[in-house]
């Protein structure tokens, strides 16, 4: 950073940027994902993550966190107080090619959270008792903190870039997966010799699709009110 800029920002040597949904969007429960390419290097703290609305903290649910001295290394985290203290459920997941583009989502719903990455569930954690309320989204790059300090083979300026992020509600996330893992079966053959169960995923297909059609109406109706 300029010397002549740092005065200004309280003599830290570096800036960083954060994105975030709080006055403008938030959901109790649903799906969301981030796709994102992350930068690599010690001192980088790339994040996708969710907050209460109400400005409670905990809890906060880590969709992925990235500590940029082990950019193979995805965290997946929930933090709580329902006991009265701070703790969290965390574990990394291990890309074996962390470079180019990945996704990243967690299902959050009344009773657990599931994580993904790149379509794949790779955690999944009981909700806790105190994260059943409105939370927005935030994707942000850190830089030191949990990450450690920055050191010589840090490239600058560092970009966290994001294709997009996305959310669907719990009524929608539902029978889409529902869809996705009946037509899966499906289409891999595994109930070819048996007539019966490939009638009872077809209608579980249809009912599926009339559900999620009855939801989106439901949705639209609501936006135009």
């Known amino acids: 950073m300029p010397s002549s800029a740092k005065a200004s920002l309280w003599n830290y040597d570096y800036t960083s ?4 949904t709080k006055t403008s969007f938030s959901q109790t429960y649903g799906y969301f994902e981030m796709k994102a390419e992350l930068p690599g290097g010690p001192g980088l703290w790339p994040a996708f993550w969710l907050l209460p609305l109400d400005g409670s903290w905990p809890p906060e649910l880590d969709v992925m966190e990235m500590l940029g001295s082990d950019p193979n290394a995805i965290w997946t985290s929930v933090h709580t107080k329902e006991t009265g203290v701070h703790t969290k ?11 180019g583009m990945h996704t990243y989502g967690a299902y959050w719903t009344a009773t657990e959270i599931v994580w993904y990455v790149d379509g794949v569930e790779v955690f999944r954690a009981p909700t806790p008792a105190d994260m059943h309320k409105p939370m927005y989204m935030l994707a942000n790059l850190a830089v ?19 294709d997009y992020i996305s959310h ?14 009946a037509s899966g079966m499906l289409e ?7 007539p019966e169960k490939q009638r009872e995923l077809h209608t579980l297909i249809r009912e599926d699709c009339e559900r999620l059609i009855r939801s989106v109406t439901r949705l639209l109706d609501f936006s135009m009110m």
């Not at 030191?144 to 994001?162: L, R, Y």
């Not at 891999?188 to 048996?194: T, V, Y």
Request: aromatic share 8%; no cysteine; glycine share 10%.
């Open 168 to 181: 669907l509600s719990h009524e929608l996330r539902t029978p889409l997966t529902a869809i996705r893992e």
């Open 144 to 162: 030191g903190g949990w990450a450690g300090a920055p050191n010589s083979s840090t490239m600058f300026p560092a970009q966290m870039k994001i």
């Open 17 to 20: 940027g954060l994105i975030t």
């Open 188 to 194: 891999e053959g595994l109930f070819r010799d048996k």
């Open 89 to 99: 459920s965390s574990v990394p997941q291990y890309l074996p090619n962390a470079g």
